[in-house]
């Protein structure tokens, strides 16, 4: 069974610094990974969705990137943003159940001024 | 484009009733699933569809039932609620399930039994 776990939990972080949060996961037989922001009492927002044959995905501040072998991403912040404070989730969908998202629980980043 | 409404978006239920949460997409997506998210187990996969008159089980069906007769609207069903369904629900949607579609995810909506 598909695992996935993010690290660390909860990352508290002063304004402007640069940061990484890390998602591995268990089997490596995966069609894409994405990576979705949560704030609080709201839905998910997609971010970033890099494919199973892609490395890395850039959008503005945000980097993803994909080593499928090991079973690792990470998703790196630049510049950090009071704005940037959510719950940062990614989540895989695998080769042998096309249809469904294994998430983690997530990361939450506090950015503060 | 309204993207995936939900409603409600809060729910107060006594154990034994049962209710409909309804969810409508206007992007002519395919794909539409629900997940339930609780904290300590992250988001769950209850039902999905891949089209209009197909749907299928996910992780943690049990209690609950959906149909999907048009492809704008996927409604979730719980038959008789019980405290263990308290939790936050969300509708999710996507063209297809191809590598490169991106999940849509709607508001959520807040459900308590008590």
């Known amino acids: 069974k598909q695992e996935v776990t993010q690290i660390p939990a909860a990352l508290s972080v002063p304004e402007g610094e640069n940061l990484v949060l890390n998602c591995s996961f268990t089997?490596?037989?995966?069609?894409?990974l994405q990576w979705f922001r949560q704030d609080p009492g709201k839905g998910l927002t997609s971010l970033l969705l890099i494919q199973s044959s892609q490395r890395e995905q850039t959008s503005g501040r945000l980097n993803a990137s994909l080593d499928k072998s090991s079973g690792r991403s990470t998703l790196y912040i630049a510049a950090s943003q009071p704005g940037d404070s959510a719950t940062y989730l990614c989540a895989v969908i695998e080769e042998t159940s096309g249809s469904r998202l294994t998430f983690g629980e997530g990361t939450q980043l506090t950015v503060n001024p | 484009n309204a993207g995936v409404t939900q409603t409600p978006k809060f729910q107060v239920l006594k154990t034994g009733q049962s209710m409909t949460l309804q969810c409508a997409q206007d992007m002519n997506h395919e794909y539409m699933s629900w997940y339930r998210q609780d904290p300590g187990m992250g988001l769950r996969l209850i039902h999905y569809?891949?089209?209009?008159?197909?749907?299928d089980q996910g992780e943690v069906p049990n209690g609950y039932n959906v149909s999907r007769s048009t492809t704008e609207d996927f409604p979730l069903r719980l038959l008789s609620a019980a405290p263990s369904q308290t939790s936050v629900y969300f509708c999710?949607?996507?063209?297809?399930?191809?590598?490169?579609?991106?999940?849509?995810f709607g508001a959520g909506t807040r459900l308590s039994v008590l």
């Open positions: 089997d490596s037989a995966i069609y894409n």
């Open positions: 569809s891949v089209g209009a008159g197909i749907t």
């Open positions: 999710a949607s996507s063209y297809s399930m191809r590598q490169g579609d991106i999940q849509y």
